[in-house]
């Protein structure tokens, strides 16, 4: 079992940045595609962004392009989601995700992991 806890979460107003991490442990022995989701209140859970195993290649949302920045450390079994020029659109609960072995990266039944979540709210 792998556990991935999200941090870095809060309250910004439009325009803003954060920097959201997710921590993984339990059976972390080599590395995983890792990755991050986020849902809005009454939608449904949408693909944000996702690094491979190596952090050599990114995919990221059309919505997000441009303005997020997905990275990792995997000495630390760590992603990062840079988050800038924040929307009020952009209000959700992150998830992290791991462990997709398809490659169908935008798919949330693609990953084996998730975390609990970590709230993003931005203000106009």
């Known amino acids: 079992q792998v556990q991935l806890v999200e941090s870095g979460g809060g309250l910004v107003q439009a325009g803003g940045s954060l920097r959201l991490s997710c921590a993984a442990s339990g059976r972390t022995s080599g590395s995983s595609t890792m990755g991050w989701f986020r849902q809005a209140p009454g939608k449904e859970r949408e693909f944000v962004a996702v690094?491979?195993?190596?952090?050599?290649?990114?995919y990221y949302a059309d919505s997000v392009k441009g303005r997020f920045t997905i990275s990792r450390d995997n000495a630390k079994n760590t992603v990062y989601l840079q988050m800038s020029s924040l929307k009020p659109e952009g209000t959700a609960v992150y998830y992290c995700?791991?462990?997709?072995?398809?490659?169908?990266?935008?798919?949330?039944?693609?990953?084996?992991?998730w975390g609990q979540g970590t709230q993003v709210t931005v203000s106009s």
């Open positions: 690094t491979t195993r190596s952090g050599s290649n990114t």
């Open positions: 995700v791991s462990h997709c072995y398809s490659g169908n990266y935008y798919y949330t039944g693609c990953y084996h992991y």
